[in-house]
């Protein structure tokens, strides 16, 4: 069974940087890959998704400020976040999509300090 690993949050003060990252546990065909996050009380929402092609798209909040990554050869998707700010504290969830497979990771929690 393939099981997506995420690493990379933690605490940070605002204006900071982290870099998430998220690896399956076997070789698999990436189709899209994406970040969600989860604020406590608030619906989980988008952040940043990735298609096989390359082609991505930002939530509103983090554009400009969030880049969104692949490397197939290491089945990985990781996420790069600048400039942070107190609003982007969640707990952020990697999704993958392959043939036959709809992935989460466990979540990843990140707190930005002010």
């Known amino acids: 069974q393939v099981q997506l690993v995420e690493s990379g949050g933690g605490l940070v003060q605002a204006g900071g940087s982290l870099r998430l990252s998220c690896a399956a546990s076997r070789s698999i065909f990436v189709i899209n890959g994406g970040w969600y996050r989860q604020a406590p009380g608030k619906q989980r929402e988008l952040v940043a998704a990735?298609?096989?092609?390359?082609?991505?798209n930002y939530a509103d909040s983090v554009k400009g400020r969030f880049t969104i990554s692949r490397d197939n050869a290491k089945n990985t998707v990781y996420l790069q976040m600048n400039s942070l700010k107190p609003a982007d504290t969640a707990t952020y969830y990697c999704?993958?999509?392959?043939?036959?497979?709809?992935?989460w990771g466990q979540g990843t929690l990140v707190t930005v300090s002010s």
């Open positions: 999704n993958i999509r392959a043939p036959g497979l709809d992935l």
């Open positions: 990735i298609t096989f092609g390359g082609s991505t």
